[in-house]
């Protein structure tokens, strides 16, 4: 529905104009004032002198049915507003009008409520002949976005993209900027002459602004203020915000133009084939009016390319209604350039796939959008930057360093190589690493962790079936509660206990009880210090001891992948799985902790510890 004074029209007038198989028409008066009628059978129907079409317009003859167009997306286009082109607003609730104002303007905010959720400001500067937005600012639950070209503003600050903070989501394609936020915004900008605004349907009735008040009745509060209806200039005067130290000019009413040049054209381009998907979800009657205006504002000899701004919007609206429209442009109408070998098409997945994403498209639910794509075949190398190439070609990622296809890492347990920009790895035998550390917390083969406090001699591993190796651990209370443990010294016992190595928390070593100095080396083993800190015992059985002395003893026991799935002890059996770690000598797999740390005591003697379920560091005299 439209702004102006909308006029009787006889029930047969209707049906022949629904019943007319050619559209044409002629331009109405390009007043700047002028609002537009949605219904197209209320539009003046355009003829050139005589009755016939004007010359040199070509008219493609009438669909006989109407193409049923289901949309990959539920249509949401009445929670959209947007501007593009020559000064042309179209409200949530689908009024569309013109506006030609160049100062700062409340494109939409929320009001009537004590917090404002958003406010969204344009301007707009005419620096051609064709006007372009300028800058877009707004604020976001708290968050000001500063919008122009070439630069992204968040608080003040310039920001790298892609950018989240506070639930906002920045991103730029080579065709928008987008600003998605969590309470329910969605703001798309081309960079030139269109912006666009989606809402949740939280905010119905609670907008304001040039969008209008999104309550779903066209004109009925927008367009009237005390009762006074208003024209689409004063409307949209009243929505200026001028700056702090600005005082812009309101535009002011333009005279009547002739606009009979050309009134074909716009007819015969959105009531024809190319946009024939289409009249079944949007009404085309704003939009021909609009492409009028448009032609009416027109000052060069280029018809066709006065009107490439509407055609583009009337395909972005039937793709928020829930179409697909077809690629439009051609050499001659409308084109668009794309960066290296990329491609434009009118309705193509905004989730672009990409070298290091090459599936983002198939869990894509936006809409399709207008832009420049990848070929069928290819991905946009977003590593190498080298355009669109298939995805065979793509390097691959590892701690921020390229590697070109068919390229290999390795690391302890995996050997990769880069195929297709994705990382194939195989599993290759991994050392396993047990660890000691606090005299209480424990680590296994396995990386199950539990904490015990001890206060015996322990088995920590060895080979289930043989004597080749032992270490034990001697774990002592050494504080005023049972839960304040400490690791004393570690026992290495080699060959059936001929070689026995004893390590204490002072650095102390005895090599088969005589104390020895380091380094030292006998039989199968090697014990020296990296450090004063650290001693190592190594063996040659695929067996090391990773000692550390300050500030407590704490202890790394590292084997061999040639050991996998052959020790016992409280560092678990080491054969990749976690869940049965606690398999006691006799093959019972115990379900405490404690359970299990009392069946790897040396000394039957000693107390059996308890399930505790206090927090040791609660007991800390600095808590």
Request: aromatic share 8%.
């Amino acid at each position: 529905m439209g702004v102006g004074q909308r006029k009787l029209t006889p029930l047969w007038t209707l049906a022949l104009a629904l019943a007319c198989t050619r559209h044409t028409g002629h331009a109405q008066d390009g007043s700047s004032e002028s609002s537009y009628e949605h219904h197209p059978a209320l539009s003046p129907i355009a003829q050139g002198p005589g009755g016939v079409p004007p010359r040199g317009v070509t008219l493609f003859p009438p669909l006989r049915t109407i193409p049923v167009v289901r949309a990959s997306n539920p249509a949401h286009n009445g929670r959209v507003c947007s501007t593009w082109g020559n000064f042309h607003y179209k409200t949530f609730d689908g009024d569309v009008f013109r506006f030609p104002g160049l100062c700062n303007y409340v494109f939409s905010e929320h009001c009537g409520t004590a917090y404002e959720d958003f406010n969204v400001q344009l301007r707009r500067s005419q620096e051609s002949a064709a006007p372009t937005l300028s800058r877009v600012l707004m604020k976001v639950d708290g968050v000001v976005i500063q919008l122009t070209k070439g630069s992204v503003l968040v608080n003040g600050h310039p920001v790298l993209l892609p950018f989240s903070q506070s639930g906002v989501f920045i991103q730029q394609s080579s065709s928008y900027t987008k600003v998605e936020a969590r309470l329910g915004l969605v703001l798309m900008w081309n960079h030139d002459d269109s912006l666009l605004l989606e809402l949740d349907a939280k905010y119905a009735n609670k907008t304001c602004g040039l969008c209008g008040d999104f309550n779903g009745m066209p004109v009925v509060s927008e367009f009237l203020s005390h009762n006074i209806k208003l024209t689409p200039m004063e409307f949209g005067n009243l929505q200026k915000m001028d700056d702090p130290t600005e005082q812009c000019e309101d535009p002011v009413p333009e005279p009547p133009r002739n606009c009979s040049t050309g009134s074909g054209i716009c007819e015969e381009l959105l009531n024809g084939q190319l946009f024939s998907s289409c009249v079944a979800l949007v009404d085309v009657g704003s939009y021909l009016e609009a492409c009028r205006q448009d032609l009416c504002f027109c000052g060069g000899t280029d018809l066709l390319s006065c009107v490439c701004h509407t055609l583009a919007e009337y395909s972005r609206q039937c793709a928020h209604a829930g179409g697909l429209p077809q690629d439009w442009r051609g050499p001659d109408l409308c084109p668009q350039m794309c960066p290296s070998n990329m491609q434009y098409h009118e309705c193509r997945s905004p989730c672009t796939d990409t070298c290091s994403n090459q599936e983002h498209s198939r869990a894509c639910e936006d809409h399709c959008v207008a832009g420049c794509f990848c070929p069928e075949g290819t991905v946009l190398d977003d590593i190498g930057q080298t355009g669109c190439v298939p995805a065979s070609q793509c390097a691959c990622v590892y701690n921020g360093t390229a590697y070109a296809p068919g390229a290999t890492y390795s690391t302890d347990c995996t050997n990769c190589t880069c195929s297709g920009g994705r990382w194939s790895c195989q599993e290759v035998p991994c050392p396993g690493t047990c660890s000691v550390l606090g005299g209480a917390h424990f680590s296994t083969f396995d990386e199950r962790h539990y904490t015990v406090h001890g206060d015996c001699g322990y088995v920590l591993t060895k080979p289930c079936d043989s004597s080749a190796f032992t270490v034990l651990a001697e774990l002592r209370r050494c504080g005023l509660t049972d839960s304040e443990t400490c690791l004393k010294s570690v026992t290495l016992s080699l060959d059936g206990a001929q070689t026995v190595v004893v390590i204490k928390a002072s650095g102390e070593v005895f090599l088969n009880q005589i104390y020895t100095q380091l380094p030292i080396s006998a039989a199968n083993v090697t014990i020296f210090r990296p450090s004063t800190f650290f001693i190592i015992a190594q063996t040659s059985l695929g067996l090391q001891l990773d000692l550390q002395l300050v500030p407590t003893m704490q202890l790394f026991v590292r084997l061999a992948p040639k050991l996998r799935g052959q020790t016992c002890g409280l560092c678990g059996n080491f054969n990749s799985i976690q869940a049965d770690d606690f398999r006691t000598l006799s093959g019972v797999v115990e379900a405490t902790a404690a359970a299990f740390f009392n069946t790897f005591k040396t000394q039957a003697a000693c107390p059996n510890i308890r399930n505790s379920f206090e927090d040791p560091c609660s007991l800390s005299v600095e808590n």
